[in-house]
């Protein structure tokens, strides 16, 4: 049971400026790996948090908000120094940061979901 848009929307309004295409996508994306095997319960708001993580490592709801305005989306100031006016950006949603769940409070809390479903088993 994949969501919709409007759903995931109605749970996460701060990605309102993302066109509702891009969040399809990203859910067309996560839904084969959300199935039968989790909890019934989880398959939804894992999917959801799986897809906030995902938008919000790639620059969202900042990304489409500043293209939407007219502006340029740089991303998270990772550095910045005052004299002579230096500013370094974050590299947003590249390399393996976009992949490190615990680098968004959606990938954390997808993360949670996850283990509640597929917890650690010792072999002995």
Do not use: C
């Not at 039968?36 to 490592?57: C, Q, S």
């Not at 998270?76 to 769940?101: C, I, M, N, P, T």
């Amino acid at each position: 049971m994949a969501i919709t848009a409007r759903q995931f929307l109605e749970r996460f309004p701060e990605f309102q400026k993302v066109g509702e295409g891009k969040i399809n996508a990203v859910i067309a994306e996560v839904a084969p790996g959300i199935g039968v095997t989790w909890m019934e319960a989880d398959r939804e708001p894992a999917m959801k948090y799986l897809v906030a993580h995902i938008l919000a490592a790639s620059g969202e709801p900042h990304l489409s908000a500043a293209t939407s305005a007219g502006g340029v989306y740089q991303g998270v100031v990772k550095r910045r120094k005052v004299g002579d006016v230096e500013v370094e950006f974050a590299q947003v949603g590249a390399g393996a940061a976009s992949l490190d769940y615990s680098s968004t409070f959606y990938g954390a809390q997808y993360l949670a979901i996850a283990r509640r479903n597929f917890p650690t088993i010792a072999v002995v």
